[in-house]
């Protein structure tokens, strides 16, 4: 059974800093994966997906990385800002449409 | 963009009542499922469809069962609502891809208590 997991479950960072967060999983036969946001009380946003052949994904100050085979992906944010402050998840897809997600890593930026 | 639309933010409700939530998508979608979120447990799928009047279960159906009779609309059902039904409620949709490799896009939930 696919398991993800997101360490740390919290992170406190000053402005400006670029940072990574992280995101494993335990079977490698995946289809892609997908990161969100999600702020308090609200529903997800689809941030960036990465298919199971592509290395990584960028979207402006966000570059996602893939390792399938070492189970890992990494979400990488440039010069954080407190607007960035939120809770991000990672999620898998394996052999059918369903995602399982990690527990996610509430990110606070500090001005 | 696409556009998932839960048809409420916050939703109160007592024991033992019929429940219903709904969820809209104007993309087409194919795909459509109810997640419900919990603080340590995360996202945890309830029910999926991948067409009109299909169904699939998920991790945790028990105590729920949903309808899809247009391709639009989804709705999940509380058939008699209990105190451990009290969650963040969260609708998605998607497009069949034979590669699987379309992104979930998800709507604003809806936070039930139920009392």
């Known amino acids: 059974k696919q398991e993800v997991t997101q360490i740390p479950a919290a992170l406190s960072v000053p402005e400006g800093e670029n940072l990574v967060l992280n995101c494993s999983f335990t079977d490698s036969a995946i289809y892609n994966l997908q990161w969100f946001r999600q702020d308090p009380g609200k529903g997800l946003t689809s941030l960036l997906l990465i298919q199971s052949s592509q290395r990584e994904q960028t979207s402006g100050r966000l570059n996602a990385s893939l390792d399938k085979s070492s189970g890992r992906s990494t979400l990488y944010i440039a010069a954080s800002q407190p607007g960035d402050s939120a809770t991000y998840l990672c999620?898998?897809?394996?052999?059918?449409?369903?995602?399982?997600f990690g527990k996610g890593t509430k990110l606070t930026v500090n001005p | 963009d696409v556009k998932v639309t839960q048809s409420s933010r916050y939703l109160v409700k007592r024991t033992g009542e019929k429940v219903f939530l709904e969820c809209v998508q104007d993309?087409?979608?194919?795909?459509m499922f109810w997640y419900r979120q919990d603080p340590g447990l995360g996202l945890r799928l309830i029910y999926f469809?991948?067409?009109?009047?299909?169904?699939e279960k998920g991790d945790i159906p028990e105590g729920y069962s949903v309808s899809r009779e247009k391709k639009e609309r989804f709705s999940l059902i509380l058939e008699s609502a209990s105190t451990n039904q009290t969650s963040m409620y969260l609708c998605?949709?998607?497009?069949?891809?034979?590669?699987?490799?379309?992104?979930?896009?998800f709507g604003d939930g809806t936070r039930l208590s139920i009392l």
């Open positions: 999620a898998v897809k394996g052999g059918s449409e369903k995602l399982v």
């Open positions: 993309m087409d979608h194919e795909n």
């Open positions: 998605a949709s998607s497009l069949v891809s034979p590669s699987l490799n379309q992104p979930q896009h």
């Open positions: 469809s991948y067409d009109v009047k299909m169904k």
